[in-house]
């Protein structure tokens, strides 16, 4: 069924006129009596009258009338929905309770008429994400490309921020009652990351950092998950992990973990967000900006090699 011919039987319905239809919906005259005439032929009805003042509509032109207006809704809806500034901005962050989905939360909590819909991708290959970016399935997502080059042609990556990484211990560790931490203070530990998927940017980051200070970045035995996780933290002497300090994670009041920030050098996770080359949905200025007024972690900072070559994002 053709929508621009239902269209033009609403109007004419509305006005009574096939001449101010026309008018409002900027054809001629014969063009909308042509839509309506092909439009009664596949409906098998007849849908007006013809009048000296014009259009009526005769019974079957009445039933259909409500069933045509929402056609036409729907079309407009639709239409819609494919223009960047009238849909929700689809954004993927990895996780809820990472970082990324707590500064996106406060971007929106602060901006709470932006329509935005947030996702999590349950792929590891940030390719596979730069893809759907790509495909228009995605406005942008926090992920990383550790190789920039090997990204497709109509995608960038821009840096976001940075998350400055936090040591989580449970009460009997040696340095729970210790107020700041150097990289130096964690070496020997069991720093235990679960999780850890080869080929990930995460792999690749956790890889640079224990080269780096000579920590002993242990991912072994199957992810539970993080409330697995945490309790094994709440009754270990000997166990840590590293989060984000922005990352959101609960814990009951018994376990009393304890998060100490780690400095000279600050140790940092760069997220990337990764946006369409071209044309990206008009929304991204707006948290692309906020993402570069955040406050960065205090100096002096080491982060992985990858995050040298990738632009700040408060650049165009």
Avoid: C
């Avoid at 893809?131 to 109509?154: K, N």
């Amino acid at each position: 069924m053709d929508s621009e011919a239902v269209r033009s039987f609403v109007r004419a319905a509305d006005v009574g006129q096939f001449q101010h239809a026309a008018d409002e919906l900027g054809v001629t005259q014969q063009a909308v009596s042509k839509r309506v005439a092909a439009l009664e032929r596949e409906l098998a009805v007849r849908l007006f009258t013809r009048t000296a003042r014009g259009v009526d509509l005769t019974p079957d032109g009445r039933a259909f009338l409500p069933h045509a207006r929402g056609i036409v809704a729907n079309v407009d809806r639709a239409v819609a929905a494919l223009r960047p500034g009238s849909r929700a901005l689809r954004i993927d962050v990895l996780g809820l309770r990472s970082a990324q989905a707590v500064v996106l939360h406060d971007y929106w909590r602060a901006h709470p008429g932006t329509r935005l819909d947030v996702v999590t991708l349950r792929v590891d290959d940030p390719h596979r994400v730069a893809a759907a970016v790509r495909a228009g399935d995605l406005d942008a997502a926090f992920r990383s490309v550790t190789d920039p080059a090997t990204l497709p042609p109509d995608v960038r990556m821009v840096h976001a921020f940075d998350s400055p990484l936090e040591l989580l211990v449970g009460p009997r560790h040696p340095l729970a009652a210790a107020r700041t931490l150097t990289p130096a203070h964690l070496r020997g530990l069991r720093i235990w990351v679960p999780g850890i998927v080869a080929h990930s940017e995460w792999s690749e980051f956790y890889d640079q950092l224990a080269t780096a200070f000579d920590l002993r970045i242990d991912a072994a035995g199957p992810n539970f998950g993080d409330e697995v996780l945490l309790d094994t933290l709440a009754d270990a002497a000997d166990v840590a992990t590293v989060v984000g300090a922005r990352d959101r994670y609960l814990w009951p009041a018994s376990h009393d973990l304890r998060r100490i920030p780690i400095r000279n050098p600050t140790l940092a996770y760069p997220i990337s967000l990764m946006l369409p080359t071209a044309n990206p949905h008009p929304g991204l200025r707006a948290i692309v900006d906020h993402l570069a007024a955040l406050t960065p972690p205090p100096d002096p900072v080491w982060r992985p090699s990858w995050a040298a070559v990738t632009p700040a994002a408060g650049r165009r």
